[in-house]
Each structure stands twice: as structure tokens, then as C-alpha cells.
């Protein structure tokens, strides 16, 4: 009995890390693509640095697909920048 429970919350565990991941995945898709730099918590806002995203990332995307995403990052920060140095 003892193990079918631990398996089952094993389970339940490995199901919420995986939504969990998913959800910063697509969080950080959605803020790059809105041309954002900056990332936060969709619940209380909280702004979270690149670095803990990219590490969250590296479970589910290769270091070609995190390169990209950091290329994509420093470019939204530079697009920004010059636009509101042009204003």
C-alpha cells in the first residue's frame, strides 16, 4: 500500500513540475514576443530574472533553443532602449 502511494504522488509531482515548466515555457515565449526583456510571475507579479527562467528552460529545450531565447532577450532590451532614446 505505502508504495502504491508514494508512486502515485511521485506521480502527481512529476505531472505539476511538467505543468509547471510548460507554463514558464510559454510565459517566456509570450513576453519575447511581445518584443518584452523583463519577466514576471503571473500570479503576484513578481519580476524574475532571465537567469532562473533560463535555468527552468533547460529541462525541456536544448542549449541552441536557450541561446536563441537569450539572442532574442538582448535584442528586445536594445529594440527598446533605442526607441525610447529616439523619442
Known amino acids: 500500500m505505502l508504495h502504491s502511494v508514494q508512486s502515485s504522488y511521485t506521480k502527481l509531482v ?5 505543468s509547471a ?10 513576453t519575447l514576443s511581445d518584443g518584452g526583456y523583463e519577466f ?3 500570479q503576484c ?3 524574475l530574472d532571465f537567469f ?6 533547460s529541462l525541456v529545450k536544448s542549449k541552441a533553443e536557450l541561446r536563441r531565447d537569450s539572442d532574442r532577450v538582448n535584442a528586445n532590451f536594445l ?3 533605442q526607441r525610447e532614446m529616439h523619442k
Open 52 to 57: 532562473v527562467i533560463r535555468h527552468i528552460l
Open 45 to 47: 507579479k513578481h519580476e
Open 40 to 42: 514576471h510571475c503571473p
Open 14 to 18: 512529476v505531472l505539476y513540475a511538467c
Open 21 to 30: 515548466v510548460e507554463a514558464v515555457k510559454m510565459m517566456c515565449e509570450a
Open 79 to 81: 529594440d527598446r532602449r
